[in-house]
């Protein structure tokens, strides 16, 4: 979840440094701190809090240099205070490390070295890292060698930057297992390291991943990676197509809201170069599917954490009625762990943003140990869950920073639709009508999307209705049942208020408990095909004295006579409905929000890439 950055080369480190951290404030920090070397000497800046006040530290106390790296923390071990922040520093302040991840064994470290006499300065795992570089460091071996063999003694998975007065002429870095990317950007005379490309985007396009288990020796020049064991590999270097003006807000207030407006270029942009309307064709080159693969395939899995799961939970419906694969969707942090039956024949599809989700990686190990078909549908380029996949799908929405997911919600939506109908074109269990059929209402979504994104001033009207709410109830049914999970999610993760999502026809076995005039009912009810079942659910909401919310159909008369506020969605083909009726839910939980005050971007407790598990 910390946000990692690293300068080594011919400008002032500092501003660098401190502006790549900026860009991954979305990640969710409660500390942050930078080290340059300055003078032979290696300067530290430290604070609890949001950025501000480090750079308001930075400018009463001002440090130089042409090499540096930098911290925002988001606390596991020990207080978010300014001396639990990174970086961390040892004895001889000759060394300092930023660490993303969790040393499991460090309580047995930490006795190891005070044992040694090593005094410990803060309450986090990631000091015993310093403290073990700077032991090896003490029998004459060089940086290089004094970090291979401190993560030989670290249990759990791991980001890592190392930096010596020493050597000044290079930065370490290393990664074990799935705490989060390492990427490396190349310059001119200047290289870059941080845990997000976000952070290096404005200085250059050109970067290589580390996979686990490698490391770097990052120089001016460039950078040299090997294994821990010292073999060497030749970095694979991406060109990222991001725009950095794309991760600036614009004329938005929150990047929330803007993500939430790119979406009809971000769903325009999924389907160019994969949908050819004139042959009534799909393509997905990346998932190098063949007629024979296609055929063999028995179940999809389908794995993924939060927003992304509630988007796996649409894609089982697509895929079992257009393909007629069984699918089951698991949550990643539970899948490993259930022991799940995989064969060669099975396909195991994580879903991920950023590509870097700790339990979505281990679920996608697990499925890898099995012998299982691996796919993943991402959005960060070059991330793991990318690389590591048979094949994959790029959610075409590019950066996304606000921390509660928008447009990376609704581009898998449209992936999983066009992966259905390539399943079931190859398989050969869609004829030509029903395929032209489907291809034609893709063409429509983004036109929808628009409409549903005109009528903002509809939602903030019932926004004002509900920011004084302590609870509310979602019901959803049939294909929008993930969406009422969905919409309850946005609401919490924002808004701070208790929100529920539910199938609607479960409301009267527990939560019918719950409605009276005080909680809100939120109810999915489009002209789909359990629209008559949730006219039914808002008539036993109302019996009950609730206050029922409507999202529903335009011209929808008899939803308009039974709801007390409604938001109004075009007509959708109903196997595409989700991607429509989300969107007033995202603008709702959006402006409560942001009228109750809420830091919408950064909400409390929460990190947009979950590094750890």
Known sequence: ????????????????????????????????????????????????????????????????????????????????????????????????????????????????????????????????????????????????????KTLGHLKGAHGIVVLSASEPDKIVAARMGNAGGVVIGFGQDETFVASDIPAILEHTRRVTFLESRQMAVITRAGARITTLDGREVRPQVTTVAWDP????????????????HEQVRALTDTLAGRVDYEKDLIRLPQLNLTPEKARQIDKIFITACGTAAHAGMVGKILIEKIARIPVEVNIASEFRYSDPILTPNTVVLAISQSGETADTLAAMEEARRKGAMLWSIVNAIGSQAMRIADGYISMQTGPEIGVASTKAFTAPLVDLYMLAVVLADLRGTLDLDARRSLIKDLALIPDLVGRCLDREADVVAVAHQLKDTRSSLYLGRGI????????????????????????????????????????????????????????????????????????????????????????WVPSAPWLLSPVVTVIPLQMLAYHIASLRGLDVDQPRNLAKSVTVE
């Open 245 to 260: 003006v794309s991760a600036e807000k614009g004329e938005f207030r929150h990047f929330m809201q803007k993500e939430i």
């Open 1 to 148: 979840m910390c946000g990692i950055v690293g300068y080594i080369g011919g400008q002032d480190a500092t501003p660098i440094i401190l502006n790549g951290l900026k860009k991954l404030e979305y990640r969710g920090y409660d500390s942050a701190g930078l080290a340059v070397l300055e003078d032979g000497h290696i300067q530290l800046r430290r604070d609890a809090g949001k950025l501000d006040r480090l750079s308001e530290l930075v400018a009463t106390s001002p440090l130089h240099g042409h090499v540096g790296i930098g911290h925002t923390r988001w606390a596991t071990h020990g207080e978010p205070n300014a001396r639990n922040a990174h970086p961390h520093t040892g004895a001889t302040g000759n060394v300092v490390v930023v660490h993303n991840g969790i040393v499991e064994n460090y309580m047995e470290l930490r006795e190891e070295l005070a044992a040694e006499g090593v005094v410990f300065h803060s309450d986090t795992d990631s000091e015993t890292i310093v403290h073990l570089i700077e032991r090896y460091l003490s029998s004459q071996v060089d940086l290089v060698t004094a970090v291979r």
């Open 480 to 567: 929008n049942m993930p969406i009422a999970y969905e919409g309850a999610l946005k609401l919490k993760e924002i808004s701070y208020i208790h929100a529920e999502g539910y199938p609607a026809g479960e409301m009267k076995h527990g939560p019918i408990a719950l409605v009276d005039k005080d909680m809100p009912v939120i109810v999915l009810a489009p002209q789909d095909p359990w629209h008559e079942k949730m006219i039914s659910q808002i008539e036993q909401a109302r019996a009950r004295g609730g206050r029922v919310v409507a999202v529903a159909t335009e011209g929808d008369e008899r939803i308009a006579s039974l709801a007390d506020h409604v938001l």
